[in-house]
């Protein structure tokens, strides 16, 4: 007898552990949705596997997004963490880039991850033509980490300025380093990040070794909870940008893991929409505490070199331009002084969650707010963490907290909740696209996360998209983009030379290589790939500008030519800007290396629907409910009972057990030949 083999994705977030699991023989998918473990999230994943799976044996390949070291940053929970860096440079990290947390504020105030006293200096010196200047001492060099040491340090980071164009000084210096300090946790800027600018440099460095020791420890953890029941197969970490790596990996470039559960959902949603011949999407994730979008177009997500986890805590690393708001379904609701409703960000997270959970919050959330407004089942809480829902609580806190004091009625206040929700989360929808130069009517909302189905077709009215793609199982997208992610790695060097001094030819043959040894860190993961794809790109700018586009080109057998790179620049120049600038020379500042793994893809028609229902067959009966300022009766549904052609037209409520969606009135939903939802305006 054949012997089962799963491929199971699992997206951790601060309220539920979502698991996705795939028979690789039957092709069949099951799903878990089960409350996170605060303290040790690897609990939670364990226990959410253990619900499908009896024997864990049977598990090929684990591929897992973490929230670990993104929730460390946000809550300032990482390491005690030490700088070594060049005499002078110390307040680099705190200097940042003289920008303020509120732009036009009059103060503003910001501490680093790391303490001035832990940011300690050596004498050294490297120009910025590569040229060393001073030589470094070891023995200093030797003497300040005991100093760290000493003072509490778990990790430290080795910057020195100008490392991008000769690290010779800094390698010595790590290596002293790592002969005295007490553990493994010992970063160099330059194996992070070895481009030009000092302070995004020194904030990526600074930001892994501060998260080495919470995610490693992690995934110790969750490794040997894997073993003790069996395990013996691969766990692979979703990257920010998008792509899986090793362990190993992970626990050696933890800041990578940045935004790895929200890369996930991105992931999905572009698999999705492709089988479902959508084109171009906006994803609307969304959780417990926060809703995040990004643009799809042309079936292909955006990149961005960069991204600020919170103010002052720079990531300059490939990651997939995610726009994140504190909306979610625990965003607490509240009335400020000035008599003025506000929604989030302050959240209830999970513990204890909206006031409905009966767990100790007496203030009102979104979630609260739905199902006040009957839009959710008290009686079929999702996540398995409640038998039921206490409605008359949420109406209570509701009434006290905003009705009351608003002279509003409880539904017209709840569902005043609901709209200052919705038009943040339309506005992240704008920001990602019309003030992208996006017309919003040829894309498509793609809900996904627990309540994001709760709220789409508001979405669709209050910005214009054309249409919504509800996947089959919204609830658990994320988890599933863990199981159809690729395998990526990415490298970038500073090159920083007028494009008409460069030796092309050199260059190119120095890019093959650099991704040729890429591709073996790919091959040494022993993972079975389709193929393995190099994506290439430069990142240039006109001499005399201070921001790069991005410039992708091709390397043939002949090798790369100026004229080759001078075309491309012009093409992506165009592109971005409309028009290009004569008579300026242009300068290539780093080059930037992609080695993709593409993992076998997942044929999206295991979500067909099999032996469905028309769709009074799939009725459940109705409930009462508050939209649009005026009571309906709502028709609801067995969502995954339902027939491939199936209509519902709204108001309506589709049940499944890992969310719920509301079909509005205005909308029509149509069941796909995948088993996702197309809801539409009806016409």
């Known amino acids: 007898m054949k012997r089962v083999q799963y491929t199971i994705g699992v997206d951790v977030g601060g309220t539920f552990t979502d698991v996705f699991i795939l028979d690789e023989a039957s092709g069949q998918v099951k799903t878990v949705k089960v409350p996170s473990t605060r303290g040790d999230q690897s609990k939670g994943f364990v226990d959410g ?7 864990f044996a049977d598990i090929r390949t684990i591929v897992h997004g973490t929230t670990v ?3 460390a940053l946000l809550e300032r929970k990482g390491a005690h963490t030490g700088i070594i860096t060049t005499q002078g440079f110390r307040d680099v990290l705190e200097m940042r880039r003289r920008d303020r947390p509120t732009t036009w504020g009059l103060k503003g105030a910001f501490t680093p991850v790391v303490e001035r006293g832990d940011r300690v200096e050596v004498a050294e010196r490297t120009l910025a033509d590569g040229s060393i200047l001073e030589p470094v001492d070891l023995e200093e060099v030797k003497a300040r980490a005991k100093d760290l040491a000493e003072a509490g340090c778990e990790a430290v980071c080795v910057f020195f300025i100008n490392g991008y164009a000769n690290a010779d000084n800094e390698k010595q210096a790590v290596e002293a380093v790592r002969s005295v300090w007490p553990n493994e946790y010992v970063t160099a800027a330059t194996e992070i990040l070895p481009e030009i600018r000092e302070f995004e440099r020194l904030s990526t460095a600074t930001l892994n070794a501060y ?5 490693s420890s992690y995934l110790d953890r969750l490794e040997k909870g894997l073993a003790e ?4 197969g691969d766990v692979l970490i979703v990257q920010s940008n998008g792509g899986v790596m090793s362990v190993e990996t992970a626990k050696r470039y933890p800041v990578r893991t940045a935004l790895s ?8 949603a572009q698999e999705i929409a492709r089988a479902a011949g959508f084109d171009d999407i906006i994803t609307c994730d969304m959780g417990g505490t926060s809703f995040d979008v990004s643009l799809v177009a042309g079936n292909k997500a955006a990149l961005s070199a960069q991204t600020a986890i919170d103010f002052g805590m720079v990531v300059r690393t490939p990651m997939i331009e995610i726009t994140t708001i504190g909306a979610g379904g625990g965003s607490i609701a509240s009335v400020d002084r000035g008599g003025l409703l506000q929604v989030g960000p302050e959240s209830a997270g999970s513990d204890p969650g909206p006031v409905c959970y009966g767990l100790g919050n007496d203030r009102p959330t979104v979630t609260d707010a739905n199902v006040v407004l009957g839009r959710i089942n008290p009686d079929r809480p999702i996540g398995g963490k409640l038998a039921r829902l206490d409605v008359d609580a949420a109406r209570q806190a509701i009434d006290a907290h905003i009705a009351g004091p608003l002279g509003l ?3 017209d206040a709840a569902e005043a909740i609901l709209k200052l929700a919705n038009a943040k989360m339309a506005g992240a929808i704008r920001l990602v696209s019309i003030e992208k130069g996006h017309d919003p009517a040829r894309f498509a909302a793609m809900p996904f996360g627990g309540g994001g189905s709760l709220h789409t077709g508001a979405l669709i009215k209050e910005v214009g998209l054309g249409s919504a793609l509800v996947p089959r199982f919204p609830g658990v997208t994320s988890a599933l983009g863990c199981v159809v992610a690729d395998m990526r790695h990415d490298r970038v060097q500073t090159v920083n030379k007028l494009l008409s001094q460069l030796d092309a ?3 190119g043959a120095e890019m093959e290589q650099v991704a040729s040894e890429t591709e073996d860190l790919l091959k040494a993961a022993e993972i079975a790939f389709q193929s393995i794809d190099r994506i290439f790109e430069f990142d240039m700018l006109y001499l005399g500008q201070t921001h790069t586009v991005s410039v992708p080109v091709t390397i043939p057998a002949g090798g790369l030519t100026r004229d080759a790179i001078s075309t491309a620049f012009d093409a992506a120049y165009k592109e971005a800007f409309g028009r290009l600038l004569d008579n300026i020379q242009t300068r290539v500042m780093n080059y930037r290396i992609a080695v993709v793994g593409r993992r076998p893809k997942l044929d999206m028609t295991v979500f067909a629907p099999v032996d469905g229902k028309a769709a009074e067959d799939c009725l459940r009966g109705t409930r009462r409910i508050y939209a649009e300022g005026a009571f309906h009766e709502a028709r609801i549904f067995d969502r995954l009972g339902l027939a491939v052609g199936a209509v519902i037209e709204g108001p309506a409520i589709l049940e499944q057990a890992d969310t719920t969606i509301f079909v509005d009135p205005g909308l029509a939903a149509t069941v796909d030949d995948y088993g996702n939802l197309v809801m539409r305006p009806v016409q």
Do not use: M
């Open 49 to 55: 596997i253990s619900r499908e799976v009896g024997d």
């Open 229 to 232: 029941r069996g395990f013996a």
């Open 211 to 215: 998260l080495q020791p919470v995610v």
């Open 261 to 268: 559960g929200p890369a996930a959902g991105v992931i999905a």
């Open 69 to 71: 070291g993104t929730n």
């Open 505 to 507: 030819a050199a260059l």
């Open 409 to 411: 009625s409880i539904e």
